[in-house]
């Protein structure tokens, strides 16, 4: 009798031990997942804010192309003011 007593002790704790460790096989799994989901939403924000600096750095990229080609116009059409001006000036000396 006493060893069918301690055999069911022994089931008993097992039992506990195997709940126990469902229990905790289950709150591992859910904050797992829970850990999953914020490193997506941190992944996404990474990959947004990726795209929206190569947008800007493109954007700029254009920008000084753009500004580029109006200093280079600006400068040619400056210096041939200059060369009319002086032009007129010397024609006027002689």
Avoid: C
Avoid at 12 to 18: E, G, H, T, V, W
């Amino acid at each position: 009798m006493q060893h069918d007593t301690e055999l069911s002790d022994h089931e008993r704790r097992i039992n506990d031990l195997s709940d126990k460790m469902t229990d905790t096989l289950n709150r591992v799994d859910e904050s797992n997942k829970y850990l999953r989901e914020q490193n997506n939403r941190i992944l996404e924000a990474v990959i947004k804010g990726n795209e929206k600096s190569e947008s800007h750095k493109n954007e700029m990229e254009t920008i000084n192309r753009q500004n580029l080609w109006k200093v280079v116009t600006i400068a040619i059409g400056s210096s041939s003011v200059i060369y009319l001006i002086l032009q007129q000036v010397i024609h006027m000396i002689h």
